[in-house]
């Protein structure tokens, strides 16, 4: 069972930074998709950016030329590093790793909360 553990979140100002990670454990497939999504109160949750394990990257519409996610296959981690805060950032950010092929698994991270002030 793969084990998501996160970290960097906090209060920030609108307008700074903050860097999230995600470390994933006990991996046995190398093929997966990881990702962060987001939860605002009141809101379902959504996408924020995901990378598959060969690099490709997805991100969200409200979060993009704001956000950079990266990974690091050989820690099995991926960073989101989130610039230019505004308030409506602030939600529950989730840590995701998954596969889409056989055997077909998903696993999330606790929630981290990022809170955006004016």
């Known amino acids: 069972q793969v084990q998501l553990a996160e970290s960097g979140g906090g209060l920030v100002q609108a307008g700074g930074s903050l860097r999230l990670t995600c470390v994933a454990s006990?991996?046995?497939?190398?093929?997966?998709?990881m990702g962060w999504f987001r939860q605002a109160p009141g809101k379902q949750r959504e996408l924020v950016a995901s990378?598959?394990?060969?690099?490709?990257?997805n991100y969200g519409d409200s979060v993009e030329d704001r956000f950079t996610i990266s990974r690091d296959n050989r820690k099995n981690a991926i960073y989101l590093q989130m610039n230019d805060l505004t308030l409506d950032d602030t939600a529950v950010y989730y840590c995701?790793?998954?596969?889409?092929?056989?055997?077909?698994?998903?696993?999330w991270g606790q929630g981290i909360q990022v809170t955006v002030s004016a």
């Open positions: 995701k790793w998954w596969r889409r092929v056989t055997p077909v698994s998903t696993y």
């Open positions: 006990s991996v046995i497939y190398s093929n997966n998709v």
């Open positions: 990378v598959t394990s060969g690099g490709t990257i």
